[in-house]
């Protein structure tokens, strides 16, 4: 769990260009959107998409959205929970 | 159709156009030209940057530059010229279409990936919510959104426009067009010797260069264009004639600075050989492409060169009081464009 945590990290920092943020400095449970790491919502479809691309994931219920994407910790147990 | 420039803006091969005018312009070697790019935190918020792609972070910085000279109470609409438009991220978009079978594709690279996402971000940035428009016509797009310019500054002189003329060069938009050998052969000499090769092809460019107008002439104005016309598939001899109607038009016997887009390739450059003949004995003439290669939009470099000479009166020998400027493309578009000292 704790790999899939730090390379979910580094793909939040890559993909959405956070060239201000290091992977490490991403609290588990910090809030991504928002006043946590500042992301809106073209920064939740590039998530959804990094979801998709990497996990084969497809979020497919818009209203479970902000509690999916709430912190790298919902999106680490969403995967989880989902991969096939 | 008069109207003023009375601000620019530029992110170009040169650091600035009094540079490009000086006797030492920067000089690049091999065949492509890249633009000197400012730190772009003077201009966008650190957290904006991130997401924004590079030849919005070029426009916007020229656009912010041009209003920052200019000056003005409010900016009234936003005219963008673009041959290529957002290049890059048109690229990024088709390769991930290809990568990911048209699946799960980025929507920052879609978004980017139009045209009028210049002119969009650049009025976004400056909280224009007025006229905002883009023109991609090869090249002769920065002169379609300059005379769009000049028809709404007719209507309502007293109004400032943003216009601009943008175009970035990538590694793919420079292979693609290495395949119709648009581009002579990277060799050792500098950018400064363009025209004495006498061989075929250019070198490739890129730039951002934005010009605050108005109806109203203001302090800070650099100069009056006169006029502004194109001509699509027509000959030189069509562009001589329509030069002469155009200075005739405005009582000039004669223009005292010609300013030609000749870009280094001698297959192109017998067309302005051809139109500076006519107009050789009337005064003296300059080329610029050496210093900002060949780009759908080049001619908005020239057009900042232009100006920033008459407004400096950093003068070839003499003081110009008019200039024209003509640049084509053969077999497709030409460009006439009159400027006079005020």
């Not at chain 1, 990290?9 to 790491?37: A, R």
């Not at chain 2, 038009?249 to 600075?257: F, N, Q, S, T």
């Not at chain 2, 008459?310 to 003068?315: A, I, M, Y």
Request: aromatic share 8%.
């Amino acid at each position: 769990m704790d790999a899939l945590k730090a390379e979910l990290k580094s793909l939040l920092v890559e993909h959405l260009n956070l060239t201000t943020v290091k992977p490490e400095e991403i609290g588990d449970d910090q809030p991504i959107f928002g006043d946590g790491l500042g992301l809106d919502s073209i920064d939740a479809l590039e998530v959804i998409v990094l979801l998709q691309q990497h996990y084969g994931i497809r979020l497919t219920k818009a209203e479970n959205g902000p509690k999916v994407l709430y912190s790298v910790n919902t999106i680490a147990d969403y995967i989880t929970e989902h991969r096939k | 159709m008069s109207f003023y420039i009375n601000g620019i803006g530029a992110v170009s091969p040169q650091k600035s156009f009094a540079e490009a005018l000086s006797s030492k312009p920067a000089v690049h070697y091999g065949n492509q030209l890249h633009c000197q790019e400012p730190d772009y935190t003077a201009f966008i918020d650190a957290r904006q940057l991130r997401r924004l792609s590079r030849i919005v972070k070029l426009s916007i910085a020229a656009s912010s530059q041009a209003v920052q000279d200019a000056a003005p109470a409010i900016i009234d609409g936003v005219i963008v010229g673009t041959g290529w438009g957002c290049i890059e991220d048109t690229v990024t978009f088709l390769e991930k279409m290809v990568e990911n079978q048209e699946e799960a594709l980025s929507p920052t690279a879609f978004i980017h990936s139009t045209h009028n996402t210049i002119a969009a971000q650049v009025a976004f940035q400056l909280k224009c919510k007025g006229y905002n428009t883009t023109y991609s016509h090869r090249s002769i797009s920065f002169e379609s959104a300059l005379l769009d310019a000049a028809l709404l500054l007719a209507e309502t002189p007293a109004q400032t426009l943003l216009v601009g003329g943008v175009d970035e060069l990538t590694n793919t938009s420079f292979s693609i067009l290495s395949r119709f050998d648009l581009f002579k052969q990277p060799q050792e000499l500098g950018s400064d010797s363009l025209f004495s090769l006498g061989t075929a092809g250019t070198v490739a460019g890129e730039g951002s260069v934005f010009f605050a107008v108005s109806g109203v002439r203001t302090e800070h104005s650099y100069c009056q264009v006169a006029a502004v016309q194109t001509l699509s598939f027509g000959s030189t001899d069509d562009a001589v004639e329509a030069a002469r109607k155009m200075l005739q038009r405005h009582g000039l016997p004669a223009v005292d600075l010609l300013l030609l887009g000749n870009n280094g390739d001698s297959k192109e450059d017998k067309h302005y050989d051809s139109f500076e003949t006519n107009f050789t004995q009337q005064g003296q003439t300059l080329k610029f492409k050496h210093l900002c290669g060949e780009y759908p939009t080049a001619s908005a470099f020239g057009l900042g060169l232009g100006a920033t000479l008459l407004k400096q009166n950093l003068s070839l020998g003499s003081v110009p009081q008019s200039v024209l400027f003509y640049n084509c493309s053969p077999q497709s578009h030409q460009a006439l464009v009159l400027l006079r000292a005020c």
